[in-house]
Every structure is written in structure tokens, then in C-alpha cells.
């Protein structure tokens, strides 16, 4: 749960290796078809500007990322202590079983042992049906998550005016070199999380 933005990260990854590869093996092709570009595009004197987010920053300080990580660590905890909790029921009846000792008869055996076995086939089963409902709910965050970003830096970059905003997280580094001057992760966490503070007064 701690890597909660490869969704975001993976696919710049992807992007980057592509464009790396487009750009020191088709090096001639590309100076061909930029040269055109440029003589085609009425912003060919527009200034190249770049800017990274820290992706780790983000999760540490943004207050929706924060929020919905606590309340998977609840249901995490919730589940985890109902299923214990069955299973010590289910283990407390094979205790009680065992302790008659000689006096269980070869019928009460052999019914105990199917019915217990029963009982802890449709535990896995909750088990399996628990932990896919959590993973559904964690890619619709991370869904949700990746798209507040995109639309919030849709609206920032109108202002701001950058010609890529590349993310930066330790887990998963596609950046060589950084230089902080570029980072804008402050101002990007600060207003994610004022336009989350405006969403949920709205509710």
C-alpha cells in the first residue's frame, strides 16, 4: 500500500524509455521531422520550461492521499480482525472436539472433519472476496488520485506555462538529474490540497 502512485509513475516511466530510445536510435529522423515542426509552428520561439513533482512529497502531504490511505489501513485492520476472529471460533470447536477424546465415535469424526473443513473452505473464501473488494476500492483511489492531479495541473499550467511537468518518486526514478529549482512540488501539494479543502466544504 506504501507505492500508491505506480499507476502515475509507471506510465511516465514508459514514456520516458520510449522517447529515449526514439530519440538515440532514430537521432537523424527526428532532426528531420523537429526541423519541419518547427518551421510549421507559429510558437517555434516559445521557450521550453520543465518542472518535476515529487511524487513521495505528494503522498506524505496531500490531505485526500492521507485520508484515503487511513481509511484503507481501517478496513485492512477491520477485516483482518474479523477473519481472526472466525478462525478462532472455527479452531476453539476443533479444541473443544479433540479434548472428548476417546469417547467420539468413527460417525462424529468423520461428520467434524467435513464440517470443519467446510468451515475453513469458506473462510479462504472470505479471505479471497475481502482482499479483492480492498484492491478494487485502491485502483479506483489511485485512479481518482491520478486524475485530481492531472486536472489540477491542467488549470495550474495555464498560468504557469511549462511545456512538461515530469514526476520524480524514489521508488521508481526516470530523472537522471534533477535540479531543484524546478520543483513545483510545494506549490502543487499546497493547491491540491486547497481545492480538496473547497470539495469537501461543498459536501
Known amino acids: 500500500m506504501k507505492n500508491v502512485l505506480p499507476a502515475i509513475t509507471a506510465v511516465l516511466a514508459v514514456l520516458v524509455a520510449v522517447l529515449f530510445y526514439l530519440h538515440f536510435n532514430n537521432h537523424s529522423k527526428i532532426d528531420k521531422i523537429s526541423s519541419k515542426v518547427i518551421s510549421q509552428d507559429t510558437m ?6 520543465i518542472a518535476y513533482v515529487d511524487l513521495d512529497s505528494i503522498q506524505e502531504k496531500y490531505q485526500y492521499y492521507r485520508e484515503k490511505m487511513n481509511e484503507f489501513d481501517k478496513r485492512k485492520e477491520s477485516a483482518d480482525r474479523e477473519l481472526n476472529n472466525s478462525f478462532q471460533r472455527i479452531e476453539n470447536e476443533r479444541v473443544a472436539f479433540v479434548q472428548r477424546g476417546n469417547s ?3 460417525v462424529e469424526a468423520e461428520s467434524f472433519q467435513r464440517d470443519y473443513t467446510r468451515k475453513m473452505q469458506n473462510l479462504e473464501n472470505q479471505k479471497r472476496v475481502m482482499e479483492g473488494q480492498i484492491q478494487e476500492e485502491g485502483i479506483k483511489t489511485m485512479e481518482e488520485l491520478r486524475k485530481r492531479i492531472n486536472d489540477f495541473l491542467g488549470e495550474y499550467n495555464k498560468e504557469k506555462d511549462y511545456s512538461y511537468i515530469f514526476s520524480y518518486s524514489a521508488g521508481l526514478n526516470v530523472l537522471f538529474y534533477k535540479d531543484t529549482t524546478y520543483n513545483i512540488t510545494s506549490e502543487v501539494v499546497a493547491g491540491l490540497n486547497e481545492a480538496y479543502r473547497k470539495s469537501k466544504d461543498k459536501k
Open 44 to 49: 517555434s520561439n516559445k521557450p521550453l520550461k
Open 104 to 106: 467420539i465415535t468413527q
